[in-house]
């Protein structure tokens, strides 16, 4: 159904899409009313209640047509959702995760900051406590959905003195008063997914808007991207194979030296390391779904999983344009589109570099 649905609407209009830097709201209210925005949200919530294995298949399906529009369903998904099924209250769940799951609104995840990228423990927005309400003042960046969101999943210190023990999770309604957005970010890649600064002055919410406990959130931000970090390697995993396919259909029919070009030794190589390595990422992001499905911890094999796709959606379009040569280098084709959407992939959520330290952490024993 995915398949159908990506091939049928979203791969005819994605060139567009990101040429136009347009948010594609239409294919957001179809995702919505095909069941895809709550993916792993169970049907009394009203969502689709499928597992992790089911959301890479989508994740892929929908990255391969559209890297941008996957995105936009992967936050929704991973950074969204999931972290309110895993620990939001039952009254939190109805107002905030239903809706969610059947698409009508859309979510945002708020970590990052101008100076918390990496580092995410130093985290600079505070969330003051006043009588029964908390009161919030800060700026978080690069906020994916952020310009179209309706809610957001926000993390602030609430004990600065405590360190990445003082952070605390909050659930915000993004159209309240002293929530802001600053003019969308123009960005290389994955042009038709928006993303914003959010500023927050003097932001009032009530405590039932904490989500977990009180100090809480660094656990909760880190145990949500460990199952964001699968959503980002399905959609590397589709840009790849995207940037694969069109290179092998171009190099089966373009002819030089009397031959087709995949009929060079050089180019044939390359399409059967893209394959393999293809290969590669697709079993250890399913590896990384498989835990998840069984509730077992998958924070290495998440990481592994992300760090082997996006390196390998990177070489993979890299050679994918160099196979298209100049007809690579032009818009007309899709070459030019997979090779700058690639690149965010080994960057959000974790990039290589703290893959590999999430990686080293836990086979390399602390002293
Ligand atoms: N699950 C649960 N708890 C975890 C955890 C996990 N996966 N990883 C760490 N923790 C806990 C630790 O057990 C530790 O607990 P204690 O309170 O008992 O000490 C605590 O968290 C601190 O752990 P560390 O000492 O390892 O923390 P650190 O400050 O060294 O940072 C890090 C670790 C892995 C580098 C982390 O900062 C990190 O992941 N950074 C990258 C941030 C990131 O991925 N940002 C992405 C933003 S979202 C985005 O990109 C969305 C988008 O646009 C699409």
């Known amino acids: 159904m995915v398949r159908e649905f990506a091939s049928r609407e979203v791969k005819p209009i994605a060139a567009a899409l990101d040429r136009d830097h347009r948010f594609p709201s239409e294919l957001v209210a179809r995702m919505g009313e095909l069941g895809l925005m709550g993916i792993e949200v169970p049907p009394e919530l009203d969502g689709s209640g499928l597992d992790p294995v089911a959301y890479v298949l989508a994740m892929e399906e929908i990255s391969a047509a559209c890297a941008s529009t996957g995105v936009i369903m992967s936050v929704n998904n991973s950074l969204v959702c999931d972290p309110l099924m895993k620990f939001a209250t039952a009254a939190q769940k109805e107002r905030w995760l239903r809706p969610l799951a059947r698409g009508e609104r859309l979510g945002c995840f708020q970590l990052s900051e101008p100076n918390a990228g990496s580092d995410a423990a130093a985290q600079k927005t505070k969330a003051v406590r ?69 500023f927050y002055t003097d932001h009032r919410v009530a405590a039932d808007r904490v989500l977990g406990k009180v100090g809480d959130g660094f656990r909760v931000a880190m145990a949500t991207l460990d199952c964001g970090r699968i959503g980002i390697a399905a ?99 899709p070459a030019e589109r997979h090779f700058r959407d690639a690149k965010i992939t080994e960057i959000y959520e974790g990039t290589s570099e703290i893959q590999r330290v999430v990686i080293a952490a836990s086979i390399v024993s602390r002293k």
């Open 235 to 333: 959609q590397a995993l589709g840009i790849a194979r995207a940037a694969y396919e069109a290179a092998l259909e171009y190099s089966t029919d373009r002819q030089t030296f009397g031959k087709r070009i995949a009929d060079h030794q050089a180019i044939s190589f390359m399409l059967a390391d893209m394959a393999t390595e293809i290969d590669a990422a697709r079993l250890l992001t399913l590896r990384a779904a498989g835990l998840k499905a069984r509730g077992a911890r998958h924070t290495k094999e998440s990481a592994m999983a992300k760090l082997f796709a996006s390196e390998t959606a990177n070489k993979v379009a890299k050679n994918a344009l160099q196979i298209f040569g100049g007809n690579g280098y032009v818009t007309e084709y």
């Open 130 to 198: 006043d009588g029964g309400d908390f009161v919030i003042n800060g700026v978080k960046n690069w906020i994916t959905n952020g310009p179209q969101a309706d809610v957001g999943i926000l993390f602030a210190m609430t004990a600065p003195e405590l360190g990445h023990r003082g952070i605390t999770a909050f659930i915000i309604d993004m159209h309240e008063e002293g929530v802001s957005r600053g003019p969308k970010d123009d960005k290389l890649g994955i042009r038709a997914s928006h993303s914003c600064q959010i």
